[in-house]
């Protein structure tokens, strides 16, 4: 039935031809294109400190999404955002050591009814709603004070360095997303490591 | 079994990552998870098929190039595999596409999609006149908290908010700190925030009304007024406040928040979404095509097993290797054709060995034959029914002095042609064999170099069993010396019973003869005593002359035993020569003796006797017109069999007329005036006593050459010689005593 009162359709003579069309042209834009410099995550600013014997984090991050990815969010697609933190114990004559780890995940959410955008804190489960998605991400550009490690597990004659990175999770896109995403740079969102001494 | 197993497992493994991948395309939650690595297994299942698929086709086209056994059948069936397999996948895939297609733009309608759209706006739109309402509330509230300092409004705040039902109630500073906060829910510590743009906003002094999601499925009205300070000293303060939105109306919001907001994933997942489907669709197609190409070649090497096993048998029991053995195959048609097989050259190696026994038994027989027709006395020969030589023995060579086996297949005309000496031969028995006689004897005699031959030839056509059919066998013999034998016994025989008969009566009549002399001579006139005197002599020179005769054939009818020993026969015929040389005839002599001789056994007394009386005959053959030349030639003779000593006496004189060539070395037979006519017929006699032969031809410049053999000392030949000879002599002996 529904098929019946489809009339934007024409029919298609090669449905397969088409479809394998728009596969090979989707690889080959994948590969060939260049980078847009409007979609990327930069770390522009990582500082550390140490309040209240913990060492906390404060960071600064570019997120500038691909058109592609804003029409997904727009359309309804949630959209995790994981930072990656790792503490390395410097040695000079070894490969550093990790000390400790850290994941921080954010979903992103287009709430149609309330037109707002949703980020939610996986860690924290904290959920803040925002009217346009500039703000949603410069929101979500600023760390501030996240508790990275505790003094305790730091020795002071030793030098520490702190790597971040953030990245989009093709992973928990859609299934039918993923090759796609894999395969394009619209999707390939991510930033470089960004690695600084921790401050003692 | 233990591929097939293999080949199950690898299936069913492929089959259920398939089922997970397109269980992980409709989105399920389990396999969600998966779908990357699941789609990596795949793929990477796809390059090692293609690798695998790749190798046998690289090896198939080598051993087809090579034009391995069975690689031709193998390279059909595959090909037939790989289209029947290939083709229905192929139009499934296709219609599937179309389906596929089809079924995606199916579930989207521009109709659909504006009645969600309308839905939306219409859940907007009743909210928002609800907030408009709530609005006034929040702002009366505000104007009441304008003038209460930030450390005294918390009371106020609790109030307002339990009179006006709101959920929470709190007030901002400028900067966004919290001043106040009141909330339905005592567990509540941190109260909703102000967004940054919210905050930006109320700085304008406008209110925000709007819907903000407190959670999955809950929404709730938020207001925002700014109230301005009461105070030019003090500042603005930011009155936020939250409702809750009644159960069912929530429910319904939420329910189409959730329809629009799939809707939504889904139009935009349209095309990943036919990608993805695509995909999985693909894949399960390539690697069902890629997994029966698989199977098409793995049964196909399977199914020519046996069947190269049996061309590679074929041809080897071709090539006469009977005891080729195949492995026994499955339970099926084949194995049953390997089992035939199997049974079939078993017999066959039997039927060979059998074959072979025969044949060995038949080449025993014939090599055994052959022995037999070797040391026969008798000439065999066979004659196709074209009347070709076919076969011969040896002894035919002997015989007729000519080499047979080397004219096979030859018609009796050319080989006549090639050998004019047996012309003769080959006129008797040609008629004989044209007239495809049965059974006939027949009588030849042949002149050659050798001398004359008498054959007797027997001959018979051969029977139909064998392979010469309407062939000809002729035996037969030669029978000279028997002829020769047969003569000189009767010869013998008349000499002696001559001797006996003849001798007898001469002695009284030469005596009576004297007696009439003596006693009557004296008695009578002259004239009648000289008549007396010149009969009476003429009787007794007569009878003494007979008596000579008589005693020459005594001589040839029995002679004594041979003493045989080691001579040196030019010794002998150099005293011989020595007797002749001072004869005062004209003759000239010449000797042309061997050096090398060997010596040969024989009776000295005898060999003497033959000289004499070879020259002696010589002699007398010589006509007195031109002087006579002799010549004496000796030399050693070698030929394949035996070693001889050859005797040449050849003379100048008027040579031996042909009719007398016949009987040339029989007694009497003389072509002189005077002579007993025993000389040849002795010379022979000792010569065949001697185990030798004797012959005579007329030379061409004129006289005649008389040729004996005589063999070298070989003691075995003497002692038959001498054993086969002394009992004959005996015989003779003791008839003539």
Same mark, same amino acid.
């Given at each position: 039935?529904?098929?019946c009162?489809?009339p934007?359709?024409?029919?298609q003579? +090669?449905?397969?031809?088409r ?9 080959l ?6 980078l ?5 995550f930069?770390v522009?600013?990582?500082a550390t400190?140490?309040?209240?014997n913990?060492?906390?984090?404060n ?9 592609e990815a ?7 697609i ?10 390395e114990?410097?040695r000079? +004559?070894?490969w550093?050591k ?14 149609a009814l ?9 860690n ?8 346009? *998605?500039?703000?949603t *991400? ?9 508790p ?14 702190v790597n971040l990175?953030?990245?989009?999770d ?7 997303m993923r ?8 999707w390939?969102?991510s930033?470089? +490591? ?7 | ?15 259920s ?7 992980a ?9 998966l779908?990357?690595v699941?789609?990596g297994?795949?793929?990477l ?9 790749g190798?046998?086709?690289y090896?198939?086209?080598k ?7 069975g690689?031709?059948l ?5 090909v ?11 139009? @499934?895939?296709?219609?599937s ?5 089809r079924?995606i733009?199916?579930?989207?309608? @521009?109709r659909?999609?504006?009645a969600?759209?309308d839905?939306?706006?219409?859940s907007?739109a ?15 509230s ?6 209460v300092?930030d ?10 908010r339990?009179?006006?039902?709101m ?11 919290i ?8 567990g509540?510590?941190v ?6 743009t =919210? ?6 002094s ?9 959670s ?10 700014h109230?301005?300070?009461?105070h030019?000293?003090?500042e ?10 009644p ?15 799939d ?12 990608y ?14 890629? %997994?029966a ?24 029991v071709?090539?006469g290797n009977?005891?080729t ?15 035939s097989?199997n ?5 066959i /190696?039997l039927?060979?060995? /059998?074959?072979?026994?025969s ?8 090599a ?15 004659f196709d029914d ?12 002997q015989?007729l ?17 090639n ?5 003769q ?20 005699t042949?002149f ?9 030839c ?8 064998i ?5 000809h066998m002729?035996v037969?013999d030669d ?7 047969q003569?000189n016994?009767a010869?013998?025989e ?11 009566p001469?002695t ?11 006693k009557?001579?004296?008695t009578m006139?002259?004239?009648?005593a000289?008549?007396?005197?010149r ?5 007794v ?20 035993a ?9 010794t002998?015929?150099?005293?011989v ?15 042309q003796?061997?050096?090398q001789?060997p010596?040969v ?6 060999l003497?006797q ?8 010589a002699?007398?053959a ?6 006579g030349q002799?010549r ?10 035996s ?19 016949e ?5 009497y037979?003389?072509t ?9 017929a ?13 012959r005579?031809?007329?030379l ?6 008389v040729?004996l053999?005589?063999? @070298? ?5 003497i %002692?038959?010689?001498?054993?086969d ?6 015989? =003779?002996n003791?008839?003539?005593?």
């Amino acid at each position: 039935m529904l098929a019946c009162i489809n009339p934007a359709k024409p029919k298609q003579r +090669w449905p397969m031809a088409r479809s394998l069309r728009a596969l090979s042209l989707g690889i080959l834009i994948a590969g060939f294109a260049p980078l847009s410099q409007a979609a990327e995550f930069k770390v522009r600013s990582v500082a550390t400190e140490l309040r209240d014997n913990v060492y906390v984090l404060n960071a600064r991050i570019n997120y500038t999404f691909s058109d592609e990815a804003q029409r997904a969010l727009q359309s309804g697609i949630p959209l995790i955002i994981l930072m990656d933190i790792g503490v390395e114990r410097q040695r000079s +004559w070894l490969w550093n050591k990790e000390v400790a780890t850290l994941q921080q995940g954010y979903l992103l959410l287009y709430h149609a009814l309330t037109k707002k955008y949703i980020i939610n804190n996986l860690n924290s489960g904290a959920q803040h709603n925002y009217n346009s *998605l500039t703000a949603t *991400l410069s929101t979500l550009g600023q760390v501030t004070n996240l508790p990275l490690i505790d003094k305790g597990l730091i020795e002071e004659d030793e030098r520490y360095q702190v790597n971040l990175r953030v990245y989009l999770d093709i992973e928990s896109l859609p299934a039918p997303m993923r090759p796609l995403a894999y395969l394009s740079s619209d999707w390939r969102l991510s930033s470089d +490591w960004y690695s600084w001494p921790l401050q003692q | 079994m233990n591929g097939t197993t293999v080949v199950a497992i690898m299936f069913v493994l492929l089959l259920s990552s398939l089922y997970l991948l397109s269980g992980a395309t409709q989105n399920s939650i389990l396999f969600g998870r998966l779908y990357s690595v699941l789609l990596g297994i795949n793929i990477l299942a796809i390059v090692l098929m293609i690798a695998l698929i790749g190798n046998n086709i690289y090896q198939m086209i080598k051993q087809y190039r090579a034009r391995v056994t069975g690689s031709r059948l193998t390279a059909r069936l595959v090909v037939m595999f790989v289209i029947l397999s290939v083709t229905p996948v192929s139009v @499934v895939y296709y219609f599937s596409l179309e389906f596929l297609q089809r079924g995606i733009d199916s579930w989207f309608d @521009v109709r659909v999609e504006d009645a969600l759209k309308d839905a939306l706006e219409l859940s907007q739109a009743s909210l928002g006149i609800r907030m408009h309402e709530l609005l006034r509330e929040v702002e009366d509230s505000g104007k009441q908290i304008q003038g209460v300092p930030d450390g005294l409004v918390a009371p106020s705040l609790n109030d307002f908010r339990s009179s006006a039902g709101m959920a929470e109630l709190t007030l901002f500073s400028a900067s966004g700190r919290i001043i106040a906060t009141s909330s339905k829910e005592t567990g509540r510590l941190v109260p909703q925030g102000l967004s940054d743009t =919210n905050y930006l906003k109320t700085q304008q002094s406008r209110p925000e009304i709007g819907l903000i999601p407190i959670s999955d499925k809950e929404l709730s009205i938020r207001i925002a007024v700014h109230i301005p300070p009461s105070h030019p000293v003090t500042e603005k303060r930011i009155l936020q406040a939250l409702y809750d939105i009644p159960e069912r109306i929530n429910n319904l919001a939420a329910s189409v928040q959730t329809a629009f907001g799939d809707y939504n994933e889904l139009a935009y997942m349209r095309l990943p979404l036919k990608y993805s489907f695509i995909l999985t669709l693909s894949l399960v197609l390539l690697l069902s095509i890629l %997994t029966a190409i698989w199977a098409a070649f793995y049964y196909s090497r399977r199914m020519v097993a046996p069947i190269t096993d049996l061309v590679e048998g074929t041809q080897a029991v071709a090539a006469g290797n009977y005891d080729t053995r195949l492995p026994p195959a499955s339970r099926d048609e084949l194995g049953q054709l390997v089992k035939s097989f199997n049974e079939m050259t078993r017999k066959i /190696a039997l039927a060979d060995d /059998a074959a072979r026994l025969s044949q060995q038994q038949m080449e025993q027989q014939n090599a055994y034959l052959e022995v037999v027709l070797a040391h026969l006395s008798s000439g065999v020969l066979t004659f196709d029914d074209e009347h070709h030589l076919h076969s011969s023995n040896p002894t035919a060579f002997q015989i007729l002095g000519v080499p047979l086996h080397e004219n096979y297949g030859l018609a009796l005309a050319d080989i006549a042609s090639n050998y004019p000496q047996i012309q003769q031969f080959i006129d008797v028995i040609q008629p004989h064999l044209s007239n495809n006689e049965q059974e006939w004897h027949d009588e030849v005699t042949l002149f050659s170099g050798a001398g004359r031959q008498v054959l007797m030839c027997r001959g018979t056509s051969l029977p139909h069993t064998i392979t010469l059919q309407g062939g000809h066998m002729i035996v037969f013999d030669d029978i000279t010396n028997l002829q020769q034998a047969q003569r000189n016994a009767a010869w013998g025989e008349v000499a002696r019973r001559l001797a006996h008969e003849i001798k007898n009566p001469l002695t009284p009549i030469q005596l009576s003869a004297e007696r009439l002399r003596r006693k009557y001579l004296d008695t009578m006139d002259a004239e009648d005593a000289e008549v007396l005197d010149r009969s009476t002599h003429t009787i007794v020179q007569q009878v003494q002359t007979l008596k000579e005769m008589v005693k020459a054939f005594s001589d040839y009818a029995r002679m004594p035993a041979l003493q045989l020993q080691a001579i040196d026969l030019n010794t002998i015929i150099a005293e011989v020569y020595e007797l002749y040389r001072t004869n005062e005839s004209r003759t000239r002599f010449s000797l042309q003796l061997d050096k090398q001789l060997p010596l040969v056994k024989a009776d000295v007394g005898r060999l003497r006797q033959l000289l004499h009386n070879l020259i002696k005959n010589a002699l007398e053959a010589m006509d007195d017109e031109q002087p006579g030349q002799i010549r004496l030639i000796t030399q050693a003779v070698e030929d394949a069999r035996s070693q001889y000593i050859e005797l040449q006496i050849e003379d100048n004189g008027p040579g031996i007329p042909e009719d007398v060539f016949e009987h040339l070395f029989e007694p009497y037979v003389t072509t002189k005036p005077k002579g007993s006519g025993l000389g040849l017929a002795i010379v022979k006699k000792i010569i065949e006593e001697h185990g030798g032969m004797i012959r005579a031809e007329n030379l061409p410049e004129g006289g005649v050459s008389v040729i004996l053999r005589l063999p @070298v000392a070989s003691d075995e030949r003497i %002692t038959d010689t001498d054993s086969d000879s002394e009992p004959q002599l005996e015989t =003779n002996n003791d008839a003539a005593a």
